[in-house]
């Protein structure tokens, strides 16, 4: 059973930077494309960034690109979102998740950007 720990979110006011990581101790990291998705309070899940299996593609959604970045460590089985210029429309849970499987996510961090 695959299982994913992300870590890193907090209480940001708008402007600001965090850097989100991703665990992946239970698969083979290196073999899978990897998400980063997040759930903003009242709405579903939406797709925020994607990186390819070995890290040389990546893909964001519209409104995070430019400030967002996505990379990977797969000697250390961890996936990294580094977010700058956070906004108050950022705010949400964020999970990493195997590309095409949310199913796999983990239980999230909270990140709240607010003044």
């Known amino acids: 059973q695959v299982q994913l720990v992300e870590s890193g979110g907090g209480l940001v006011q708008p402007g600001g930077s965090l850097t989100l990581s991703c665990v992946a101790p239970?698969?083979?990291?290196?073999?899978?494309?990897m998400n980063w998705v997040r759930q903003a309070p009242g709405k579903g899940l939406e797709w925020v960034s994607s990186?390819?299996?070995?890290?040389?593609?990546?893909e964001y959604r519209d409104s995070v690109r430019g400030r967002f970045t996505i990379s990977r460590d797969n000697a250390k089985n961890t996936l990294y979102l580094q977010m700058n210029s956070l906004k108050s429309e950022d705010t949400a849970v964020y999970y990493c998740?195997?590309?095409?499987?949310?199913?796999?996510r983990g239980q999230g961090t909270q990140v709240t950007v607010s003044s």
């Open positions: 998740a195997k590309a095409g499987d949310w199913t796999s």
């Open positions: 239970g698969f083979t990291f290196s073999d899978y494309a």
């Open positions: 990186v390819s299996s070995g890290g040389a593609n990546t």
